[in-house]
Protein backbone atom coordinates (compact mmCIF):
# COMPACT_ATOMS: atom_id res chain seq x y z
CA UNK A 1 0.00 0.00 0.00
CA UNK A 2 3.02 2.51 -0.63
CA UNK A 3 0.21 5.20 -2.29
CA UNK A 4 -2.30 4.47 -0.44
CA UNK A 5 -2.53 6.07 3.43
CA UNK A 6 -4.79 4.94 6.20
CA UNK A 7 -4.34 5.38 10.28
CA UNK A 8 -3.96 1.53 11.44
CA UNK A 9 -5.79 2.21 14.54
CA UNK A 10 -8.97 3.79 15.62
CA UNK A 11 -11.42 3.15 18.75
CA UNK A 12 -15.23 4.10 18.81
CA UNK A 13 -18.07 3.86 21.39
CA UNK A 14 -20.84 1.55 20.56
CA UNK A 15 -23.49 3.51 19.19
CA UNK A 16 -21.18 6.87 18.11
CA UNK A 17 -19.79 7.12 14.26
CA UNK A 18 -16.44 5.97 13.39
CA UNK A 19 -15.00 7.51 10.88
CA UNK A 20 -12.11 6.13 8.91
CA UNK A 21 -9.55 8.23 6.80
CA UNK A 22 -7.33 7.69 3.72
CA UNK A 23 -4.99 9.21 1.37
CA UNK A 24 -4.06 8.91 -1.86
CA UNK A 25 -1.11 10.09 -4.07
CA UNK A 26 -2.38 9.29 -7.48
CA UNK A 27 -4.58 11.62 -8.86
CA UNK A 28 -5.77 9.78 -11.99
CA UNK A 29 -7.77 7.07 -9.83
CA UNK A 30 -11.46 6.18 -11.17
CA UNK A 31 -12.13 3.72 -8.37
CA UNK A 32 -11.79 3.89 -4.62
CA UNK A 33 -13.00 1.40 -2.49
CA UNK A 34 -13.41 0.13 0.98
CA UNK A 35 -13.30 -3.04 1.77
CA UNK A 36 -13.95 -4.80 5.71
CA UNK A 37 -12.57 -7.89 6.79
CA UNK A 38 -13.46 -9.83 9.97
CA UNK A 39 -10.93 -11.80 11.63
CA UNK A 40 -10.56 -15.23 9.92
CA UNK A 41 -12.37 -13.69 7.17
CA UNK A 42 -12.12 -12.75 3.15
CA UNK A 43 -12.66 -9.31 1.81
CA UNK A 44 -16.13 -7.95 2.08
CA UNK A 45 -16.61 -4.97 -0.46
CA UNK A 46 -18.56 -2.62 1.24
CA UNK A 47 -18.47 0.28 -1.12
CA UNK A 48 -16.85 2.08 -3.84
CA UNK A 49 -17.02 5.36 -5.07
CA UNK A 50 -16.08 6.77 -8.89
CA UNK A 51 -13.57 10.35 -8.96
CA UNK A 52 -16.07 11.95 -10.40
CA UNK A 53 -18.29 11.69 -7.65
CA UNK A 54 -17.92 13.61 -4.06
CA UNK A 55 -20.33 11.47 -2.02
CA UNK A 56 -22.32 8.44 -1.91
CA UNK A 57 -24.46 7.17 1.14
CA UNK A 58 -25.46 3.29 1.71
CA UNK A 59 -27.48 2.51 4.93
CA UNK A 60 -25.59 3.62 7.68
CA UNK A 61 -21.76 3.82 5.42
CA UNK A 62 -21.12 7.94 3.98
CA UNK A 63 -18.21 8.10 1.81
CA UNK A 64 -16.79 11.19 1.13
CA UNK A 65 -14.25 12.36 -1.56
CA UNK A 66 -12.30 15.03 -1.90
CA UNK A 67 -10.22 14.96 -5.04
CA UNK A 68 -7.81 18.59 -4.30
CA UNK A 69 -6.65 17.35 -1.02
CA UNK A 70 -6.98 13.11 -2.29
CA UNK A 71 -8.94 12.13 0.69
CA UNK A 72 -10.86 9.84 1.18
CA UNK A 73 -13.35 8.58 4.11
CA UNK A 74 -15.80 6.36 5.21
CA UNK A 75 -18.26 7.28 7.98
CA UNK A 76 -19.94 4.48 9.87
CA UNK A 77 -23.40 5.81 11.64
CA UNK A 78 -24.53 4.11 14.89
CA UNK A 79 -21.26 1.92 15.13
CA UNK A 80 -22.26 -1.31 16.69
CA UNK A 81 -20.26 -4.76 17.91
CA UNK A 82 -20.52 -6.38 14.20
CA UNK A 83 -18.85 -3.94 12.91
CA UNK A 84 -15.27 -4.62 14.35
CA UNK A 85 -13.01 -5.55 11.38
CA UNK A 86 -10.00 -3.88 9.37
CA UNK A 87 -11.11 -1.59 7.48
CA UNK A 88 -8.76 -1.58 3.60
CA UNK A 89 -9.11 1.48 1.64
CA UNK A 90 -8.08 0.76 -1.77
CA UNK A 91 -7.64 2.09 -5.66
CA UNK A 92 -7.44 1.63 -9.02
CA UNK A 93 -4.01 2.10 -10.49
CA UNK A 94 -3.93 0.84 -13.88
CA UNK A 95 -4.73 -3.06 -14.11
CA UNK A 96 -4.61 -3.22 -10.55
CA UNK A 97 -6.08 -2.73 -7.45
CA UNK A 98 -3.59 -1.15 -4.53
CA UNK A 99 -4.94 -1.24 -0.81
CA UNK A 100 -3.59 0.63 2.02
CA UNK A 101 -2.15 -0.88 5.34
CA UNK A 102 -6.07 -1.51 7.34
CA UNK A 103 -8.10 0.48 9.95
CA UNK A 104 -8.71 -1.42 13.03
CA UNK A 105 -11.73 -0.41 14.56
CA UNK A 106 -11.90 -1.51 17.77
CA UNK A 107 -15.43 -1.11 19.32
CA UNK A 108 -15.75 -0.03 23.21
CA UNK A 109 -18.76 -0.99 25.39
CA UNK B 1 -23.55 -20.58 -3.85
CA UNK B 2 -19.65 -19.19 -3.28
CA UNK B 3 -18.97 -16.61 -5.48
CA UNK B 4 -15.21 -17.18 -5.37
CA UNK B 5 -13.88 -20.11 -3.96
CA UNK B 6 -10.51 -21.34 -2.68
CA UNK B 7 -9.12 -24.56 -1.09
CA UNK B 8 -7.44 -25.73 0.52
CA UNK B 9 -8.29 -23.23 3.47
CA UNK B 10 -5.54 -24.35 5.61
CA UNK B 11 -2.02 -25.70 4.44
CA UNK B 12 0.83 -26.54 6.64
CA UNK B 13 3.59 -28.17 4.79
CA UNK B 14 7.77 -28.45 5.45
CA UNK B 15 10.35 -25.90 3.93
CA UNK B 16 11.30 -27.06 0.63
CA UNK B 17 7.49 -28.32 -0.35
CA UNK B 18 5.66 -27.78 -3.36
CA UNK B 19 2.11 -27.21 -2.89
CA UNK B 20 -0.82 -26.13 -4.83
CA UNK B 21 -3.90 -23.68 -4.09
CA UNK B 22 -6.90 -23.82 -6.28
CA UNK B 23 -9.39 -21.42 -7.25
CA UNK B 24 -12.39 -21.25 -8.80
CA UNK B 25 -15.40 -18.34 -10.09
CA UNK B 26 -19.00 -18.17 -10.99
CA UNK B 27 -19.50 -14.86 -11.76
CA UNK B 28 -17.99 -15.27 -15.41
CA UNK B 29 -15.67 -12.54 -14.31
CA UNK B 30 -12.95 -12.11 -16.55
CA UNK B 31 -10.32 -11.30 -14.48
CA UNK B 32 -8.56 -13.13 -11.45
CA UNK B 33 -6.26 -11.86 -9.11
CA UNK B 34 -3.84 -13.76 -6.75
CA UNK B 35 -2.84 -11.20 -3.23
CA UNK B 36 -0.69 -11.82 -0.34
CA UNK B 37 -1.78 -10.81 2.96
CA UNK B 38 1.28 -11.06 5.56
CA UNK B 39 1.42 -11.21 9.36
CA UNK B 40 0.71 -7.48 9.92
CA UNK B 41 -2.60 -7.96 7.14
CA UNK B 42 -0.58 -6.43 4.34
CA UNK B 43 -2.04 -6.85 1.23
CA UNK B 44 -0.22 -6.63 -2.37
CA UNK B 45 -1.12 -8.36 -5.42
CA UNK B 46 0.95 -10.57 -7.08
CA UNK B 47 -0.42 -11.54 -10.11
CA UNK B 48 -3.54 -10.94 -12.56
CA UNK B 49 -5.37 -12.88 -15.25
CA UNK B 50 -7.26 -11.17 -17.66
CA UNK B 51 -8.80 -14.27 -19.92
CA UNK B 52 -6.51 -16.81 -18.78
CA UNK B 53 -3.38 -14.37 -19.93
CA UNK B 54 -0.80 -13.04 -17.60
CA UNK B 55 -1.26 -9.15 -17.67
CA UNK B 56 0.48 -8.33 -14.01
CA UNK B 57 3.13 -9.84 -12.36
CA UNK B 58 4.15 -8.13 -9.25
CA UNK B 59 8.02 -9.01 -9.02
CA UNK B 60 7.28 -12.37 -7.38
CA UNK B 61 9.85 -15.15 -6.98
CA UNK B 62 9.74 -17.79 -10.17
CA UNK B 63 8.94 -20.42 -7.36
CA UNK B 64 5.20 -19.07 -7.78
CA UNK B 65 3.44 -19.87 -10.93
CA UNK B 66 -0.18 -18.97 -11.28
CA UNK B 67 -1.88 -21.25 -14.29
CA UNK B 68 -5.38 -20.23 -15.50
CA UNK B 69 -6.82 -23.24 -17.55
CA UNK B 70 -10.09 -21.48 -18.40
CA UNK B 71 -10.96 -17.98 -17.53
CA UNK B 72 -12.72 -19.47 -14.16
CA UNK B 73 -10.12 -20.94 -12.49
CA UNK B 74 -6.67 -19.27 -11.27
CA UNK B 75 -4.77 -21.73 -9.25
CA UNK B 76 -1.18 -20.73 -7.52
CA UNK B 77 1.75 -23.60 -7.92
CA UNK B 78 4.22 -22.78 -5.18
CA UNK B 79 8.03 -24.69 -5.36
CA UNK B 80 10.38 -24.98 -2.98
CA UNK B 81 8.35 -23.52 0.27
CA UNK B 82 10.11 -20.95 2.54
CA UNK B 83 9.39 -19.70 5.85
CA UNK B 84 9.16 -16.34 4.45
CA UNK B 85 6.36 -17.53 2.45
CA UNK B 86 3.82 -18.18 5.19
CA UNK B 87 1.00 -15.46 4.67
CA UNK B 88 -2.71 -16.14 3.69
CA UNK B 89 -3.55 -15.60 -0.02
CA UNK B 90 -6.49 -14.48 -1.19
CA UNK B 91 -8.06 -14.71 -4.58
CA UNK B 92 -10.23 -12.54 -6.04
CA UNK B 93 -12.75 -11.80 -9.74
CA UNK B 94 -13.34 -8.56 -11.35
CA UNK B 95 -15.36 -8.30 -14.54
CA UNK B 96 -12.85 -6.18 -15.68
CA UNK B 97 -9.50 -5.47 -14.51
CA UNK B 98 -9.15 -2.51 -11.91
CA UNK B 99 -13.03 -2.97 -10.97
CA UNK B 100 -14.11 -4.26 -7.87
CA UNK B 101 -12.78 -7.21 -6.98
CA UNK B 102 -14.54 -9.79 -4.80
CA UNK B 103 -12.30 -11.77 -2.98
CA UNK B 104 -12.51 -15.82 -1.73
CA UNK B 105 -12.13 -16.70 1.81
CA UNK B 106 -8.72 -16.99 1.69
CA UNK B 107 -5.80 -20.29 2.00
CA UNK B 108 -3.41 -20.00 5.43
CA UNK B 109 -0.36 -21.33 3.98
CA UNK B 110 1.94 -21.83 7.17
CA UNK B 111 5.46 -23.30 6.19
CA UNK B 112 7.45 -24.87 9.00
Known amino acids: GEDVEQSLFLSVREGDSSVINCTYT??????LYWYKQEPGAGLQLLTY?????DMKQDQRLTVLLNKKDKHLSLRIADTQTGDSAIYFC?????????FGKGTRLHILP | DTAVSQTPKYLVTQMGNDKSIKCEQN?????MYWYKQDSKKFLKIMFS???????INETVPNRFSPKSPDKAHLNLHINSLELGDSAVYFC???????????FGQGTRLTVV
Open chain 1, 26 to 31: DSSSTY
Open chain 2, 49 to 55: YNNKELI
Open chain 2, 92 to 102: ASSQETGTEAF
Open chain 2, 27 to 31: LGHDT
Open chain 1, 49 to 53: IFSNM
Open chain 1, 90 to 98: ARRRDDKII
